[in-house]
């Protein structure tokens, strides 16, 4: 079974600032990796995913994820950080090979942006 | 634009009463996803179908809850009797294909207070 661990379940950075949110994940076989973000009443958007091709992911509004398999992580970055990035994200893992198709997230983190 | 729709939105019941909340995936997905996001548990799967199919709901209170693919447009989760500790948002998710890399669409939720 895999699993995603989310560290921090809120992280505050200044509005223009590095925003860093960690995610490390636990499979036995090759995963897929995948970040989403959920704004206040809303649904979950993909940002980005990582499919065993480049280990280096872009993803919609600027952010990016780098997957790590030393060091079994996939944490999310973006150079500098908006007002309107403010949301929760959700790193999640499926398995490659087929098995379960539902994805297994974490715990989620609620990014907070200081003007 | 294609969306997931769910309905009703909100849904405010008594213990004991049945509960039908419902999705339409986006035209030409052939996966539909029932996901539960409560503040202690976090985002968990419940039930999934592919072409209409059942293929896992593992993550469903059997005793209570039960989902249905009717068509293809429409997918429905069920929980009779509600009890308080169902209350939460309930997301329905399409997708497309069968790879377990392939995105998944999410719609608004269904926020269900079962008092």
């Known amino acids: 079974a895999q699993s995603v661990t989310q560290l921090g379940s809120h992280v505050s950075v200044s509005e223009g600032a590095l925003v860093l949110l960690r995610c490390n994940y636990s499979s036995s076989v090759p995963p897929y990796l995948f970040w989403y973000v959920q704004y206040p009443n809303q649904g979950l958007q993909l940002l980005l995913k990582y499919t065993s091709a480049a280990t280096l992911v872009k993803g919609i509004n600027g952010f990016e994820a780098e997957f790590k398999k030393s060091e079994t992580s996939f944490h999310l970055t973006k150079p500098s950080a908006h007002m309107s990035d403010a949301a929760e994200y959700f790193c999640a893992v499926s398995v490659q090979g087929g098995g379960a198709d539902g994805l297994t997230f974490g715990k989620g983190t609620h990014l907070i942006i200081q003007p | 634009d294609a969306r997931v729709t769910q309905t009703p939105r909100h849904k405010v019941t008594e213990m004991g009463q049945e509960v039908t909340m419902r999705c339409q995936p986006i035209?030409?997905?052939?996966?539909v996803f029932w996901y539960r996001q409560t503040m202690m548990q976090g985002l968990e799967l419940l039930a999934y179908f592919r072409n209409r199919a059942p293929l896992d709901d593992s993550g469903m209170p059997k005793d209570r809850f039960s989902a249905e693919m009717p068509d293809a447009t429409l997918a429905t989760l069920k929980i009779q009797p509600s009890e308080p500790r169902d209350s939460a948002v309930y997301f329905c998710?399409?997708?497309?294909?069968?790879?377990?890399?392939?995105?998944?669409?999410f719609g608004p939720g269904t926020r269900l207070t079962v008092l």
């Open positions: 035209l030409g997905h052939n996966t």
């Open positions: 998710a399409s997708g497309r294909g069968q790879s377990t890399s392939n995105e998944q669409f």
